[in-house]
C-alpha cells in the first residue's frame, strides 16, 4: 500500500492550488471544491494535467464534501469533490438553482481506514464495537481487547462526506457521543491519533501514515482476523468501509470540464490515484 507523508501541511489541504501559465491564458480556469479527503487528490490531478497543458488553469480548494456540494448548487464550482454520494434533497436543489441534472461521476476508490496509533495492541475491531465506541456504549480500550485505559476517539466535522459516511456506514445513522473531539481535517484526526496512544480516528486511507489501520470485521461472529484496506480489498468490496469517491457537475460535462474529466478517468489520470495513496476505479 503507498502511503501520504504527512508533510503535506493543513493549510496547503485547505488552500487553493493554483498554476500561473506565464502568460495569457486562453481560456477560464476550471474549479474544483469540496472533500478535505480528496483534495491532495484533486492537486495532483490538476499539476499533472496543466503540466500536459500549459495554456490551462485549475483551481482546487478544500472544505469538505458539504461545502463543495453547496458550491455547486450554488454555481460556485465547476466540479464539486465528494466522498459521499449527493443526497437526492440536494440534486434537487441543484436542479432548481441551477437548471439541471446533477451528473455523477466515480473518479477512483477509497478504504475509510480505522486508525490507531503504531504502539496500540488493538489490531481488530468489529462494526459494532466501532458504533459502540463512537455512539459512548464503550469508552475503554479493555472492552475491545486493549489495555485498561480511556479511549480518546477522534473524528471529522459534519460538514465532512466522510463523517456523513462514517455516520451512515457504522454508526447507522445514530448520533456520535458528544465527547468525540472533531476536527477540521483527516490530517489532523491523523496527527492527533499518531501523538495520542490512547486514542483512535477514522479517515481516507491515503493519509494512513505515522499510524496503523485496524483490521475490520463486518460481524463478531465472523472467523479471522478481520480485513485491512488495501487495492485488493477494497475493488472487491471485502473490506466493509470501501467506498467510492465523485466528481459531480451539473449538466453533463462540456468542453475544457469534459477533457480534465476524461483525462482523470484515463490509465494515466487514474495511475495517480495510486501515487497519492488511494486506489484507481479499474486497475491498469
Not at 432548481?96 to 504502539?119: F, H, M, Q
Not at 488493538?122 to 479511549?151: C, E, F, H, M
Not at 473524528?155 to 472533531?182: C, H, M, P, W
Not at 449538466?251 to 475544457?256: D, K, L, N, Q, S
Amino acid at each position: 500500500m503507498k502511503r501520504l507523508g504527512l508533510a503535506v501541511s493543513l493549510s496547503v489541504l485547505a488552500g487553493v492550488w493554483g498554476c500561473g501559465t506565464g502568460g495569457q491564458n486562453a481560456s477560464r480556469s476550471i474549479t474544483i471544491k469540496g472533500s478535505d479527503t480528496m483534495v491532495i487528490l484533486g492537486q495532483r490531478w490538476a499539476e499533472a494535467y496543466m503540466k500536459k497543458h500549459a495554456d490551462k488553469r485549475i483551481q482546487v480548494t478544500g472544505g469538505g464534501s458539504g461545502t463543495g456540494i453547496a458550491a455547486l448548487i450554488n454555481g460556485g464550482t465547476d466540479i464539486c469533490e465528494a466522498s459521499r454520494e449527493m443526497k437526492d434533497k440536494e440534486k434537487e436543489m441543484a436542479r432548481k438553482r441551477r437548471g439541471g441534472d446533477v451528473v455523477e461521476i466515480p473518479v477512483a476508490l477509497d478504504g475509510v481506514a480505522v486508525y490507531v496509533p503504531e504502539s496500540s495492541l488493538v489490531k481488530t475491531i468489529t462494526i459494532a464495537q466501532l458504533r459502540s465506541i463512537y455512539t459512548g456504549t464503550i469508552n475503554n480500550w479493555q472492552d475491545v481487547g486493549g489495555p485498561d485505559r480511556r479511549i480518546v476517539a477522534y473524528s471529522r466535522e459534519n460538514n465532512s462526506g466522510t463523517y456523513v459516511f462514517f455516520k451512515e456506514n457504522v454508526l447507522d445513522n445514530e448520533d456520535f457521543a458528544q465527547d468525540i473531539q472533531t476536527l477540521p481535517g483527516t490530517a489532523a484526526v491523523v496527527n492527533a491519533v499518531s501523538k495520542d496512544p490512547a486514542s483512535i480516528g477514522y479517515g481516507g486511507i491515503a493519509y494512513a501514515s505515522g499510524i496503523r489501520a485496524l483490521a475490520i470485521k463486518r460481524d463478531d461472529t465472523l472467523a479471522g482476523e478481520g480485513v485491512v484496506p488495501s487495492l485488493e480489498t477494497v475493488e472487491s468490496g471485502s473490506y466493509p468501509l470501501s467506498r467510492q469517491l465523485f466528481f459531480y457537475t451539473v449538466g453533463e460535462p462540456e468542453g475544457e470540464i469534459k477533457a480534465f474529466i476524461d483525462w482523470v478517468l484515463s490509465p494515466e489520470g487514474q495511475q495517480i490515484c495510486e501515487e497519492v495513496g488511494y486506489y484507481p476505479l479499474v486497475r491498469q
